[in-house]
């Protein structure tokens, strides 16, 4: 493996330093944004506190079960209240592609393509055809190409595919969100009702509450006095 690191070109080492770099920084962007998706996701999901806060502190509900109902209804009918814009958005966009299929009589209509009907007439593009080179065998991108084989253009055919993309992946990435936020009130459930209405016996002390009870008192264990001193602050 050294020998081999040694007989490399110069071109070639270079292509590799380029190519540990380019995995190092995905492996940390992919760390990165999966911490980010997580606080989020933390964050969406404390909108169900929102919504239980009141049949829970004024003791309507009393128990897990019944939570785990309310809470469900409640979660889903915020994801109907918040799903139908973006559903509309994607329902015109659709709408969009068919009426442009219809109008040009053409249902192989390129929405990619940037000489007359696709969105990239409005995009740089390089010509990347001479751009790679071989290393041990895998084909890598060595250089970055100076000519251009688009330059940005309006072209009135292209109108179906400037309307469509564009609504298509507002409503896509909408309806995704709104799903996402689904998800995170669902766990955010599952963590409360175990939270909320969780008898536990730790720190309990039954010759000490025995001893309480004979005396005209109440036993709280020690972790449950710190919460009544400490009342846990509303999310």
């Known amino acids: 493996m050294i020998r ?28 990165l944004i999966g911490s980010l998706i997580i606080r989020i996701m933390k964050h969406q999901g404390k909108q169900i506190d929102t919504l239980c ?24 009918k915020t994801f109907y209240k918040e799903s139908w814009i973006p559903l509309i958005i994607l329902l015109v966009s659709g709408l969009t592609l068919l009426l442009t299929m219809l109008i040009k009589q053409d249902f192989h209509y390129n929405l990619f ?4 009907t696709g969105i990239t007439t409005l995009f740089f593009l390089w010509d990347f055809s001479d751009c790679y080179s071989k290393f041990f065998g895998i084909t890598l991108l060595s250089k970055w190409p100076e000519k251009f084989i688009n330059r940005p253009h309006f072209e009135v055919e292209a109108l179906g595919s400037y309307i469509f993309i564009p609504t298509f992946l507002t ?11 689904l998800i995170s009130r669902t766990l955010r459930i599952g ?11 730790e720190n309990y002390n039954q010759m000490e509450a025995q001893m309480r009870m004979a005396q005209g008192g109440m036993y709280v264990p020690p972790n449950n006095q710190n919460n009544q001193q400490n009342p846990p602050e509303n999310q």
């Open 53 to 76: 806060h009141d049949v829970v502190v004024t003791r309507v509900i009393t128990n897990k079960k019944d939570f785990k109902r309310y809470a469900r209804k409640k979660n889903w």
């Open 171 to 181: 409503g896509s990435i909408w309806y995704l969100i709104t799903v996402q936020r």
């Open 113 to 116: 393509d940037h000489h007359k």
């Open 191 to 201: 963590k409360l009702s175990d939270s909320v209405f969780s008898k536990s016996l």
């Open 4 to 31: 081999a690191l040694i007989q490399l070109t110069e071109n070639d080492k270079r292509i590799l330093i380029a190519a540990i770099l380019i995995f190092v920084l995905v492996f940390v962007l992919i760390g």
